[in-house]
C-alpha cells in the first residue's frame, strides 16, 4: 500500500506562488507514474500535471504550462508542484496521485491507484 500526503496548500494573492508537496509512505514509489489533480467547487476533477515513473517526461494541461512545474526527489519519495502566477481560476483542492507504472503518465483520475486527500488553494483577486 501507498499513503499520500499534501500540503502546501494555502490563501495567496493572484500573481502569488506556492510550492504543493506530496510526501508518500508505504511501498517505495520512485518508480511510479504520479500527478496533480484540481478539483474546484462545482467543477469536475482536472488532470492538472504529471511525470512518469522514470522521471524523464512530464505532462501539463495546457491551463498551467508556463507556470506549474511538477518534479519529484526520488530519493525522499517526494513529488512536488511549483505553481507559479496563481490566477483566482486556479481556487480548488489540489491531488496527488501515483500509478505503478514507469513510462505513460494517466489523464485520467480512476487510471491511477493511490489517492491523497488533498490540499486547498485559495487565489484571491
Known amino acids: 500500500q501507498v499513503q499520500l500526503v499534501e500540503s502546501g496548500g494555502g490563501l495567496v494573492q493572484a500573481g502569488g506562488s506556492l510550492r504543493l508537496s506530496c510526501a508518500t509512505s508505504?511501498?517505495?514509489?520512485?518508480?511510479?507514474?504520479m500527478g496533480w489533480f484540481r478539483q474546484a467547487p462545482g467543477k469536475e476533477r482536472e488532470f492538472v500535471a504529471g511525470?512518469?515513473?522514470?522521471?524523464?517526461?512530464?505532462y501539463y494541461a495546457d491551463s498551467v504550462k508556463g507556470r506549474f512545474t511538477i518534479s519529484r526527489d526520488s530519493a525522499k519519495n517526494t513529488l512536488f508542484l511549483q505553481v507559479n502566477n496563481l490566477k483566482p481560476e486556479d481556487t480548488a483542492v489540489y491531488h496527488c496521485?501515483?500509478?505503478?507504472?514507469?513510462?505513460?503518465?494517466?489523464?485520467?483520475?480512476?487510471?491511477?491507484?493511490?489517492w491523497g486527500q488533498g490540499t486547498q488553494v485559495t487565489v484571491s483577486s
Open positions: 508505504g511501498r517505495a514509489v520512485r518508480t511510479y507514474s
Open positions: 511525470i512518469n515513473g522514470s522521471g524523464g517526461n512530464t
Open positions: 496521485v501515483a500509478k505503478r507504472s514507469y513510462y505513460s503518465v494517466p489523464y485520467y483520475w480512476d487510471e491511477y491507484e493511490y
